[in-house]
C-alpha cells in the first residue's frame, strides 16, 4: 500500500528566501507525481506533473524534481513571496494490477507554508 | 473556462435525509473521482469512474454511492447521512486514468447534526 509522506507539516520563512519542500513515497511503482497548491477553504490547484520518466518539472520559480530510486520528490520555491503562503500537497500516482487495474492517487498531508512579508 | 464544478458549496443537514453533490467537468475527461479531506487524515478516495457506466469503490465508500450515465457529471449520494460524513468533499477530473493532470473542483462543505 503507497504511502505518502510530507515533511515539515508547517514551514515558516522570510519573504524572499529560496525553500525546499519534501515528500516522499514508499512505493516506487508509481506512474507520475503531482504538486498541488491548497489555499484556506478552497481547492485543489495543480502546480507541477511529473511523469516516472522524467526527473524535473520547472514552472516559474517552481521547479519539482523527482528520484524514483530513492522515494522521494522534492518542490523549490525561489525567491518567496507573501502569496505563496498555503498548504503544498504532493500525489503519488500508483496502479496496482490485481485483477484488473485499480487506478489510485495516494496524497501526503501536505506542509502549511507561511511566508513573511 | 475549463473547470470542475461543484454543487452546492456548503450544505447543512440532519442524519438519514438523503441528499445527492453534483460535480460536472467541461474538459471531455474521461476519468472523475470524489474525494473527502478531514483534518489530520488528508485526502482520501470515495469512489472513481474511468468512464461513462464504469464505477469502482476507493479507500471510503462506505455510505456513499455514485453514478456515471454521462461523461461531464459524476453525482456523490449520501442515502442516509451520518456526523461521520462531515467533511470536505472534492470532486475531480483528468483526460485518463493515468498520466494526466488531475483537475480539482472547488469543494463542499457538508455538515451532518
Known amino acids: 500500500k503507497q504511502e505518502v509522506t510530507q515533511i515539515p507539516a508547517a514551514l515558516s520563512v522570510p519573504e524572499g528566501e529560496n525553500l525546499v519542500l519534501n515528500c516522499s513515497f514508499t512505493?516506487?511503482?508509481?506512474?507520475?507525481l503531482q504538486w498541488f497548491r491548497q489555499d484556506p477553504g478552497k481547492g485543489l490547484t495543480s502546480l507541477l506533473l511529473?511523469?516516472?520518466?522524467?526527473r524535473e518539472q520547472t514552472s516559474g520559480r517552481l521547479n519539482a524534481s523527482l528520484d524514483k530510486s530513492s522515494g522521494r520528490s522534492t518542490l523549490y520555491i525561489a525567491a518567496s513571496q507573501p502569496g505563496d503562503s498555503a498548504t503544498y500537497l504532493c500525489a503519488a500516482h500508483t496502479v496496482y494490477l490485481s485483477g484488473g487495474s485499480n487506478y489510485k492517487l495516494t496524497f501526503g498531508k501536505g506542509t502549511l507554508l507561511t511566508v513573511n512579508p | 473556462e475549463a473547470q470542475v464544478t461543484q454543487n452546492p458549496r456548503y450544505l447543512i443537514t440532519v442524519t438519514g435525509k438523503k441528499l445527492t453533490v453534483t460535480c460536472s467537468q467541461n474538459?471531455?475527461?474521461?476519468?472523475m473521482s470524489w474525494y473527502r479531506q478531514d483534518p489530520g487524515l488528508g485526502l482520501r478516495q470515495i469512489y472513481y469512474?474511468?468512464?461513462?457506466?464504469?464505477?469502482d469503490k476507493g479507500d471510503v465508500p462506505e455510505g456513499y454511492k455514485v453514478s456515471r450515465k454521462e461523461k461531464r457529471n459524476f453525482p456523490l449520494i449520501l442515502e442516509s447521512p451520518s456526523p461521520n460524513q462531515t467533511s470536505l468533499y472534492f470532486c475531480?477530473?483528468?483526460?485518463?486514468?493515468?498520466?494526466?493532470?488531475?483537475?480539482f473542483g472547488p469543494g463542499t462543505r457538508l455538515t451532518v447534526t
Open positions: 511529473i511523469q516516472s520518466s522524467q
Open positions: 469512474s474511468m468512464n461513462v457506466e464504469v464505477t
Open positions: 512505493d516506487s511503482a508509481i506512474y507520475n
Open positions: 474538459m471531455n475527461h474521461e476519468y
Open positions: 475531480a477530473s483528468s483526460l485518463r486514468q493515468t498520466d494526466y493532470e488531475q483537475y
